[in-house]
């Protein structure tokens, strides 16, 4: 069993910046991409940022510039530095990652992001 237990979301006004993190236990023998997605009210969820196990990266258009993905593999925890965020960042965000062997994708419970004045 996989567990992606993430933390870091919140309020804040326009312009602010957060730090997401999420951590990822269980039985697994290792992670191949992590990611972090986000679903606003009444929308579709959809991929904010994504970081291979070789540290390549990939980002939404409407993120790039202001939102950097990293990981720790020593400690299989991906994180999302959020600047410059802006009301239509407010969204529920959840973490993914990819598990080794079998690349099951696997979701965490997801962090509440508000950005409001």
């Known amino acids: 069993q996989v567990q992606l237990v993430e933390s870091g979301g919140g309020s804040v006004q326009p312009g602010g910046s957060l730090r997401l993190s999420c951590a990822a236990s269980?039985?697994?023998?290792?992670?191949?991409?992590m990611g972090w997605y986000r679903q606003a009210p009444g929308k579709e969820r959809v991929l904010v940022a994504r970081?291979?196990?070789?540290?390549?990266?990939n980002y939404a258009d409407s993120v790039k510039g202001r939102f950097t993905i990293s990981r720790d593999s020593a400690k299989n925890t991906v994180y999302l530095q959020m600047t410059g965020l802006k009301p239509e960042d407010t969204a529920i965000y959840y973490c993914?990652?990819?598990?080794?062997?079998?690349?099951?994708?696997?979701w965490g419970q997801g962090t509440q992001v508000t950005v409001s004045s």
């Open positions: 993914t990652a990819i598990t080794l062997p079998t690349m099951t994708v696997h």
């Open positions: 269980g039985s697994f023998f290792g992670i191949s991409a």
């Open positions: 970081i291979g196990s070789g540290g390549s990266t």
